[in-house]
């Protein structure tokens, strides 16, 4: 199987190597030269363009930035449609509204390309050591075909349903993790504010009803003041203004939702946009007069 990878950023190129490590083929494009080079060094081809890449692949994946990327990496001049050959299936890992994702596949299968949509969850530790959950929406036999694929990258590969579904479900991954990351946050400021020791205070919801892997996780990188990207503030706002618009669409009341988007949208005024999320304790503290 001849696969390509098309992204190669800060979780694309961990990804790209886990599938090159596997033994597969690689073909990879990136619109900047220096994020090809680890790949190229490490064995990987290199293409001029997506469409390349598209025509010399039986599966082609993309992790770009958000949706007008993915439809330019796909539909657009020199993208995936433009150079693929018959029975190609063209695999995003990008995060972007579930709306967005059908329409790009549904344009795709006119040009006899199947898509399915895989966004991930994990960040870079688990693009780095290839234990992302991967949740997909698309054609069943193109998941059987790309499961090998996913299983050099991922832990779990799920496919929730029809194209658009693994996005729905990065949707609600993301409602999860971002209403978690706030609860945190609010709950290690109260402590402080009280007087008590927020790690102290960890340590006991741990052995309860209160813990959760953003409390034993995000929580101690929080106390550790540990603010490096693994995810940045700025996506977690793009992911949940994807949750905003498909509730305003859906006529749905998302309020934890809706707070939750406002503390990213509020990080990303304050400059902590390129911190990672877990920043949030700093912009709480700093609205309580730290």
């Known amino acids: 199987m001849k696969v390509g990878f098309i992204g190669l950023g800060i979780m694309g190129r961990p ?31 290199g293409a001029a363009s997506a469409a390349e890449v598209a025509a010399g692949c039986d599966v082609v994946f993309s992790m770009v930035a958000d949706a007008a990327d993915v439809e330019q990496v796909a539909l657009g001049a020199g993208g995936v449609a433009e150079g693929a050959r018959a029975g190609l299936i063209y695999v995003d890992m990008s995060t972007i509204a579930p709306a ?39 054609d069943a036999a193109a998941f059987a075909k790309v499961e090998p694929l996913f299983a050099r990258m991922g832990k779990a590969a799920t496919l929730i349903g029809g194209p658009g579904a693994g996005q729905v479900a990065k949707a609600c991954n993301q409602i999860l993790t971002g209403v978690g990351v706030l609860a945190v946050a609010e709950a290690f400021n109260f402590a402080r504010k009280s007087g008590v020791d927020a790690g102290k205070v960890r340590e006991a919801l741990l ?77 709480l503290e700093s609205l309580s007069g730290e």
């Open 100 to 138: 967005a994702a059908q329409s790009i596949s549904a344009r795709l299968l006119d040009k006899g390309v199947t898509m399915l949509d895989a966004p991930v969850s994990g960040g870079e530790v688990g693009a780095i050591s290839g234990g992302l959950t991967i949740m997909v929406g698309g």
């Open 15 to 45: 990804m790209a190597l886990n599938i090159l490590k596997g033994g597969f083929d690689l073909t990879v494009w990136a619109r900047r030269a220096e994020s090809m080079a680890p790949l190229l060094e490490a064995g990987a081809r």
């Open 207 to 283: 052995g309860g009803f209160a813990y959760s892997r953003i409390l034993e996780n995000h929580g101690q990188r929080m106390l550790d003041r540990n603010f490096k990207p693994g995810f940045k503030a700025w996506m977690h706002q793009k992911d949940m203004n994807i949750v905003m618009q498909e509730a305003h669409r859906l006529g749905l009341m998302l309020p934890s939702s809706a707070a939750t988007a406002q503390l990213f949208n509020a990080m990303v005024g304050s400059g902590m946009g390129e911190e990672d999320s877990v920043a949030a304790l700093k912009l």
